[in-house]
């Protein structure tokens, strides 16, 4: 099996690669660019130089000739010293080139040269201008032909050429540097992009090392988060919300396992007594006493075990709810009337006012929102349910509905209040955490008066906020003003 690359490694190769591959690119453009420029400007010295010539030649037929035209001719003495007395002069003129210029008559014949290193005797040749063409020889040249024309007659051509050795050898040299400067510029461009991935890859590695210290016993320890808003920092801090959300489940299962203990321990060992006492006693009425609160506390257990029951699958629903258009006034008539009997078991009085100064059901108008209306009503229930426990026989709990919030992210207010004894104010936040549960003073008389059948388990207000604020809503809690506690939600409100 082939070796598995890092991506540190994948991302390295791929530099280097795309790196080799754009700059053997730009070499290729590089040199086809520098052949064409050469030649062009080989063809450009051709046909200046060319011109140039044919126009100093045409000065001696103007300047020295006279006569009628026939004495124009490139056969005579008096020329031939002409052209050799021009070629002497061009002799010592520096060209960038090797050239070759020779001087032909009408019939093709040479009538002199600078040098035979080239045989610039070539057939056919009748240009009606300048041409360019090159030879292959060897040795191989370009050749510019220009045609030496005087008042209509054509007296011959002029031939100036070059060996295109020239350009092999400037090719040669610019291959070399082309060559030397690429290979430089790889290789730097190489180790600064290794360094800039090793430099950019750091806060990973500093991610790395922060997830080898995180463990089941330090799970409070966080990923370090780089400066930036970049994606590594956006992934850093997705995992340390991972981490919170698992240490938060791992502080739950600690804490449900203790409070199991703790809850389950104590009524077993009452039981485990009491059936100890009814077997040494065997007293009828005395059994079945003992019995009846064997039932109680068992009833006890059922319910804590019920409750946990429901936590964990509304845990596993969370992602999995679908909103609907529900009327929130619907789920809260519906679920008020069926807490009547518990209203009349203590005497209560319910209190309601709604949108609109109406007291009624029937005059409310629809508290439209979007969400499950059986989560939701579980979350009220819990409230209801709490401020049932603690309110005092013959007291009042109050249900305050308004709209709220602000007109682009309008709100419906949900204020639940009881006359029950106030939260501390260290514990207002803390009512909401699981298995938290106040301390009062004086529980024990406050229960008989309250008529509290038997103690919570700290988990109804951590549900509510959950399902609260799974319907991107909010909970709180507060002291009013004049008195008791009260419980109020914001949830989303649609038009109607």
């Known amino acids: 099996m ?30 086809f660019w520098f052949t064409r420029d050469q030649a062009n400007r080989l063809d450009d010295f051709l046909s200046h130089e060319s011109r140039g010539i044919t126009e100093v030649l045409g000065t001696y037929f103007t300047m020295r000739l006279g006569g009628p035209p026939p004495r124009y001719s490139l ?56 041409e360019l063409f090159s030879v292959d020889g060897p040795p191989r ?20 050429a070059c060996l295109t050795v020239s350009l092999d050898e400037a090719w040669q ?32 590695r500093q991610m790395s090392e922060s997830a080898q210290n995180i463990s089941e016993t330090h799970l409070d320890l966080r990923l370090a988060v780089p400066p930036g808003h970049d994606e590594v920092a956006e992934m850093a801090g997705t995992l340390n919300k991972l981490l919170q959300q698992l240490e938060q ?3 739950f299962e600690e804490a449900l396992v203790g409070q199991l203990s703790h809850e389950l321990r104590t009524p077993l060992t009452i039981l485990r007594g009491r059936n100890e006492v009814a077997l040494e006693r065997l007293v ?118 308004a709209p709220a919030g602000k007109s682009e992210k309008p709100q419906w207010s949900l204020t639940f209040r009881n006359p029950g004894p106030p939260i501390p104010e260290s514990s207002l936040e803390l009512v909401f955490k699981r298995f938290y549960r106040v301390e009062i003073q004086d529980p024990d008389q406050y229960e008989r008066n309250a008529g509290l059948g038997q103690k919570g388990f700290g988990l109804g207000l951590s549900i509510t906020k959950s399902m609260v604020e799974l319907h991107n809503g909010s909970i709180r809690a507060f002291n009013p003003a004049d008195g008791g506690t009260a419980f109020e939600v914001l949830l989303p409100r649609t038009a109607s």
């Open 2 to 31: 082939p070796p598995v690359l890092s991506v540190k490694q994948k991302i390295l190769l791929s530099l280097w690669l795309t790196t080799l591959l754009l700059l053997g690119f730009a070499g290729v453009l590089a040199s």
């Open 75 to 130: 056969n005579n003495k008096d020329f031939e010293a002409f052209l050799e007395d021009y070629f002497q002069e061009r002799a010592n003129v520096p060209l960038p080139y090797k050239t070759t210029l020779a001087v032909f008559d009408g019939s093709g014949n040479l009538v002199m040269g600078t040098n035979a290193a080239l045989n610039l005797a070539l057939p056919d040749l009748h240009p009606k201008d300048l």
């Open 141 to 160: 040249f370009r050749v510019a032909v220009i045609p030496l024309v005087q008042d209509g007659r054509l007296l011959g051509t002029v031939r100036f």
């Open 173 to 204: 040299s610019f291959l070399v540097s082309l060559i030397t400067v690429l290979s430089l510029v790889f290789v730097s461009f190489g180790l600064l992009g290794t360094l800039l991935i090793h430099w950019s890859l750091r806060p990973v």
């Open 249 to 251: 489940d791992f502080e």
């Open 284 to 401: 009828e009425a005395e059994v079945q006493g003992i019995l009846e609160d064997n039932l109680a506390d068992i009833d006890s257990i059922v319910s804590l075990l019920n409750t946990l029951l429901n936590l964990a699958r509304m845990d596993r629903r969370m992602d999995q709810v679908e909103r609907h258009p529900c009327d929130l006034a619907l789920v809260l008539q519906d679920l008020i009337e069926e807490l009547e009997p518990l209203w009349d078991e203590k005497n209560l009085n319910f209190g309601l006012s709604l949108p609109g100064g109406s007291t009624s059901w029937a005059q409310c108008p629809p508290l439209e929102t979007l969400g499950d209306p059986t989560l939701l009503r579980q979350g009220f229930l819990n409230i209801l349910t709490n401020a049932f426990k603690y309110t005092p026989r013959g007291g009042q709990i109050r249900l305050d509905v």
